[in-house]
T-cell receptor, first 110, second 113 residues
Framework: SQQGEEDPQALSIQEGENATMNCSYK?????LQWYRQNSGRGLVHLILIRSNEREKHSGRLRVTLDTSKKSSSLLITASRAADTASYFCATDSNNNDMRFGAGTRLTVKP | DGGITQSPKYLFRKEGQNVTLSCEQNLNHDAMYWYRQDPGQGLRLIYY???????QKGDIAEGYSVSREKKESFPLTVTSAQKNPTAFYLC????????????FGEGSRLTVL
């Protein structure tokens, strides 16, 4: 079964706007990661946040984690057309497996 | 350059045939994973391996088989028992423990005719 569920399923914004995607998960985790996938390609790692962290930044990316609510959010600031892609959250359990959500399809219009 | 390589990129198969998808990495990673992705969907875990000669079933292992005879190689066989094999298959690897960043290949698209 998929561990994470992203929300919304699809998001369309104008260039320069911020994009926020959410992820909810079901069981305890060691860390939560966000990945990006361009159509028909492999996934690329964006950022990892550990279970004892609440917020992390990397360039235009900001990730938050609320373990009490079992949820995370990914904020992309000042979006660009090149940010158009699908974004997935991934979590691992104590079995050292990695499970992904269904993803959010982000479209940034120039 | 270090990375993870999947082959073939596109594969066509007749019903009833087994096919094997190759996944090779030169990152010296212990953990390797196979995922299936259907159109517009997320990734579902098929099999994963934390160490050579050991692997575990994921959520959708039925109709698939794997081997891990070498650290750098984790081939996936899609057997005729897999009832709906047409999909995009992604291989990934990570450092020991499997709790760090996953590095993905570019995927193999399998179509059953």
């Amino acid at each position: 079964s998929q561990q994470g569920e992203e929300d919304p399923q699809a998001l369309s914004i104008q260039e320069g706007e911020n994009a926020t995607m959410n992820c909810s998960y079901k069981t305890s985790i060691n860390n939560l990661q966000w990945y990006r996938q361009n159509s028909g390609r492999g996934l690329v790692h964006l950022i990892l946040i550990r279970s004892n962290e609440r917020e992390k930044h990397s360039g235009r990316l900001r990730v938050t984690l609320d373990t009490s609510k079992k949820s995370s959010s990914l904020l992309i600031t000042a979006s660009r057309a090149a940010d158009t892609a699908s974004y997935f959250c991934a979590t691992d359990s104590n079995n050292n497996d990695m499970r992904f959500g269904a993803g959010t399809r982000l479209t940034v219009k120039p | 350059d270090g990375g993870i390589t999947q082959s073939p990129k596109y594969l066509f198969r007749k019903e009833g045939q087994n096919v094997t998808l190759s996944c090779e990495q030169n990152l010296n990673h212990d953990a390797m994973y196979w995922y299936r992705q259907d159109p517009g969907q997320g990734l579902r875990l098929i099999y994963y391996s934390q160490i050579v000669n050991d692997f575990q079933k994921g959520d959708i292992a039925e109709g698939y088989s794997v081997s891990r005879e070498k650290k750098e190689s984790f081939p996936l066989t899609v057997t005729s028992a897999q009832k709906n094999p047409t999909a995009f298959y992604l291989c990934a690897s990570s450092m020991a423990g499997g709790t760090g960043e996953l590095f993905f290949g570019e995927g193999s698209r399998l179509t059953v005719l």
